[in-house]
Every structure is written in structure tokens, then in C-alpha cells.
């Protein structure tokens, strides 16, 4: 039971570059999630999905996108990368949608030159 | 507006000196508090779960309490193990983090 997968770990970027974090889960989790946390701040939540083929937007979705077409992969796509999107970014799961308790990633640090 | 404020940002502890960390809200409808613990290069792991005033919870040298406006993560007599960033993260009708407070304990 490897928990929630995340790929890769580390990753440098030039500006404007396209790229897609890979999540997967295990658990059969049906709420999935992705973060950014940037130093001095609190996780921010980017998009979430409620389930396969339901996505929305967090607090901070510019720039970003996603899709759930299956129940254990949750993909996060930059599709121009800018230096402001430099963070290290979680993907996280739980089985109802709205509690706190949450299973996370290991994270992936990513570096827009 | 910051809705979730954790005191101080660091801490340095001796091994064995018990000490306090602050967690205060502002939501409204507080609908659960919620204690992770986060090691360098890790993700965060989820500790506690507190839903009302006077609930607490506790796991070896951690203890969580909940006020109306506040929690803390009390740390009894802690080990070196111990070192590491504790979030709190409230919710009502979203999730918000708090920046954290890192823990060093020194043997």
C-alpha cells in the first residue's frame, strides 16, 4: 500500500515551458487534492476533485489545470510555467470530500528559471 | 485576512524542556481543527482531529487542546524525534493552513 504517489520530486523548468505533476493514489479515495507551499505561507489549495470526471478551483488556480479520469490519478498541468509558480507542490487524497484529515505526497519541488 | 495564525514560527527546545505551541482562528463556524506534523523534504502527516471547545487529544508526548479561539500542541519532555513543522489547519466551509511552527529539539 504505497499511499498517495507523487512524480517527480524534483524538477527545473524554464519560463514558459509546459509541464504535468503526476498523483495517484491507492486507497480508493474519492477526494483528491493539490497544493503549493511557498515559505512563510500556509498550504494553498490549488484544484481539487470530488471524484472521477469532477474538478474545481481552489484559492490559487491560475496557471494551472487538472482533470480526474480515473478515481486513483490526479495530473497537474502548467501549461506556460513562470518563476512565480517556483514551489514545492502536494498532492493530497481523503475518502469523504470536506474533513481535515488528509493523506499526502512526498511532494514535488519545482524551479521556473 | 489571515484566518489561521500559528505562534511562534520557531522553536528551540532543550531535550526534556516541555513547552506550548499556538494555533489561533478566526473562522466563525468552525467545523474542525486539525494538528499535521511535517519533516524536511516529507509531506504533511495528520496527528489530531478537534471538533469542539474543551476536546483534547493526545499521542505519546503531543497533546492537543481547543478553545473557542485557539489550540495548542502541548509537547511534553521532548526527544530530538520530535524536531520537526507542526501545522494547524481550520475548517469551516474550506481547509486553511496555518504557516506552521518549527520545532527543534537538542539532546
Known amino acids: 500500500n504505497a499511499g498517495v504517489t507523487q512524480t517527480p520530486k524534483f524538477q527545473v523548468l524554464k519560463t514558459g515551458q509546459s509541464m504535468t505533476l503526476q498523483c495517484a493514489q491507492d486507497m480508493n479515495h474519492e477526494y483528491m487534492s493539490w497544493y503549493r507551499q511557498d515559505p512563510g505561507m500556509g498550504l494553498r489549495l490549488i484544484h481539487y476533485s470530488v471524484g472521477a470526471g469532477i474538478t474545481d478551483q481552489g484559492e490559487v488556480p491560475n496557471g494551472y489545470n487538472v482533470s480526474r479520469s480515473t478515481t486513483e490519478d490526479f495530473p497537474l498541468r502548467l501549461l506556460s510555467a513562470a518563476p512565480s509558480q517556483t514551489s514545492v507542490y502536494f498532492c493530497?487524497?481523503?475518502?469523504?470530500?470536506?474533513?481535515?484529515?488528509?493523506?499526502f505526497g512526498e511532494g514535488s519541488r519545482l524551479t521556473v528559471l | 485576512e489571515d484566518q489561521v495564525t500559528q505562534s511562534p514560527e520557531a522553536l528551540r527546545l532543550q531535550e526534556g524542556e516541555s513547552s506550548s505551541l499556538n494555533c489561533s482562528y478566526t473562522v466563525s463556524g468552525l467545523r474542525g481543527l486539525f494538528w499535521y506534523r511535517q519533516d524536511p523534504g516529507k509531506g504533511p502527516e495528520f496527528l489530531f482531529t478537534l471538533y469542539s471547545a474543551g476536546e483534547e487529544k493526545e499521542k505519546e508526548r503531543l497533546k492537543a487542546t481547543l478553545t473557542k479561539k485557539e489550540s495548542f500542541l502541548h509537547i511534553t519532555a521532548p526527544k530530538p524525534e520530535d524536531s520537526a513543522t507542526y501545522l494547524c489547519a481550520v475548517r469551516d466551509y474550506k481547509l486553511s493552513f496555518g504557516a506552521g511552527t518549527t520545532v527543534t529539539v537538542r539532546a
Open positions: 493530497a487524497s481523503s475518502p469523504p470530500r470536506g474533513t481535515g484529515e488528509l493523506f
